[in-house]
């Protein structure tokens, strides 16, 4: 495909008029009162929420990891200073802070919300923000980079603290997303004053402390997680007593526990679960897409799978609107090309649909003198649900075009990508805030997963990809998104695109909550559940 001519990029008017920032004030003082009616009505029969999950965060600090399991965790027990709202389009919403403005390109002032306390007793201030975000401490221990921090907050140069409440966020260089990196994962402010009492990483990772409408009681290695109210919360008084979070693997088990009425809320169940819930009334399925990419990661260093056209076919090959309807009853999207809808006006919306080419395919094939080679799918015991049925569905699939792919099974990612991998695999990406440089990038970019396993790069992606982290203008940056849409799509594939992913749930339906498009599972009271309330 033709290559259209990247704009230079120009700077938007960063003004925040008078309007606007009425409309941020009135939408904070609407998020400190919400839930407060629902609060006053349970705060006398508030109860602990009993969760079933599918594993242990391996940390609690929102810094550390970005793993499902620590989402999870760690949305309960910590504030940013912006949020997204639980709407399709992921709106911005104050949080920490009550509103915002841009000082310039590389500039962010926010107006911090007083009468914030930490979950011990202590007061949230500027002097917080200006060490939650604190490029060495996003470093994590010994500042050796072990955290995932730095995958979306790496713009961010230092804080500048205007007095106790106001902060003036500064990049490194113009920064149009700074706004959606402050609402990003890994953004959560924690206590400084309670870090550097516990004197080194490993007693603040025990108990670390945060503003969120929950703090921790204890934990216990693969067996769960306890945490209770922390009722001085500025967002209202949450909805429970406590949230015990129990570790439960296997999925039978879970569903288990929640007929039992042991929990009262399991996650990651799977469409052949659905009718089994159904059967029971007091039971119903909860969760949906979230802004997250299933696909299969190629290894392009192999001889065969070097080959662009043997790719290509990989991917013509798969009747994807069939395999969603076979494992998820049509309930999860399919992308059109490594991008998700909510990305707004980074959102390339007529940007082809990826095809089912079956003839297209064969012609590819016979162009790159594939003749029946061997290629490897290295595939995990169900790490994703419905994995292994999807395998054999997609071997199929390829077989039918002369695609010989034969499935080696694996015991864990170590396995799958120890050098020399050679193969295909099982993989998926979570957009940690609405924008392909927070999506797409974290998979192809110089720093991302493929690049630093050898198994995949392009120059030009790089390139432009850099460009774009520079360019402002929402006008000047579409035209850099096609072009490395394309590069990833047909000119150049580093993976096979399968289909948005979803993260599904089972609750009791004595107790409202609302999922939003994200991993994150969030039980305070600013859930639109009790905020409707």
Request: glycine share 8%; aromatic share 8%.
């Amino acid at each position: 495909m033709p290559r259209e001519p990247v704009q230079e990029p120009t700077m938007p008017d960063f003004s925040m008029t008078r309007r606007n920032l009425i409309a941020a004030g009135a939408a904070s003082g609407f998020l400190a009162a919400s839930g407060a009616p629902f609060a006053m009505a349970q705060n006398a029969a508030r109860r602990t929420l009993r969760v079933g999950m599918s594993g242990f965060p391996a940390t609690l600090d929102p810094a550390m990891a970005n793993a499902t399991a620590v989402r999870r965790v760690v949305t309960n027990m910590f504030d940013k200073l912006l949020a997204f709202d639980q709407s399709a389009n992921m709106a911005l919403r104050p949080a920490l802070a009550e509103r915002w403005e841009r000082v310039s390109g590389s500039a962010l002032r926010l107006f911090l919300r007083k009468g914030v306390m930490f979950h011990d007793g202590s007061p949230f201030t500027a002097e917080d923000v200006a060490f939650s975000l604190n490029p060495d401490h996003l470093l994590g221990p010994d500042k050796a980079g072990k955290t995932t921090a730095m995958q979306t907050l790496d713009t961010i140069d230092r804080v500048e603290i205007i007095d106790s409440h106001t902060v003036i966020v500064h990049t490194k260089g113009d920064d149009g997303l700074i706004e959606k990196r402050l609402a990003s994962w890994h953004s959560e402010i924690v206590s400084k004053r309670a870090f550097l009492a516990a004197g080194s990483w490993d007693a603040w990772l025990a108990a670390p402390v945060g503003t969120g409408p929950y703090k921790i009681v204890s934990k216990t290695l693969d067996v769960d997680i306890v945490l209770a109210s922390h009722d001085a919360y500025w967002g209202g008084l949450p909805p429970f007593s406590g949230v015990h979070f129990r570790i439960i693997r296997e999925l039978a088990s879970r569903m288990n526990a929640l007929v039992a009425k042991e929990v009262d809320f399991i996650t990651d169940i799977s469409p052949d679960m659905f009718p089994e819930i159904e059967r029971h009334g007091e039971l119903e399925i909860a969760g949906g897409p979230v802004q997250n990419i299933r696909s299969l990661t190629i290894d392009t260093t192999d001889p065969v799978l070097g080959k662009v056209g043997v790719r290509r076919a990989l991917s013509l090959a798969l009747d994807r609107k069939a395999l969603v309807q076979a494992l998820w009853q049509g309930r999860l999207p399919v992308p059109n090309g490594y991008q998700l809808a909510t990305f707004g006006e980074a959102y390339i919306e007529d940007f082809p649909a990826l095809a089912h080419d079956p003839e297209l395919a064969r012609k590819l094939l016979r162009e790159a003198g594939y003749n029946g080679e061997k290629i490897t799918y290295k595939l995990l015991n169900n790490y994703y649900p419905n994995q292994v049925s999807g395998a054999q569905i997609m071997i199929e699939m390829w077989r039918g075009v002369g695609i010989n792919v034969e499935i080696q099974m694996m015991e864990n990612f170590a396995q799958i990508q120890k050098k020399p991998i050679q193969a295909i695999y099982d993989n998926s990406n979570t957009a940690i805030f609405p924008d392909p440089l927070a999506h797409a990038w974290r998979l192809f970019g110089p720093n991302g997963e493929m690049p630093k396993l050898g198994i995949w790069s392009n120059e030009e992606y790089f390139r432009i990809g850099e460009t774009l982290k520079k360019t402002i203008d929402p006008a000047a940056r579409r035209p850099i998104l096609r072009r490395m849409l394309e590069i990833t799509t047909n000119d150049d594939p580093g993976c096979i695109i399968l289909h948005g992913s979803g993260q599904f749930y089972a609750k009791r339906k004595d107790f409202g909550w609302t999922p939003e498009p994200s991993l994150d599972l969030d039980f305070g009271p600013l859930n639109l559940a009790y905020a409707k309330t």
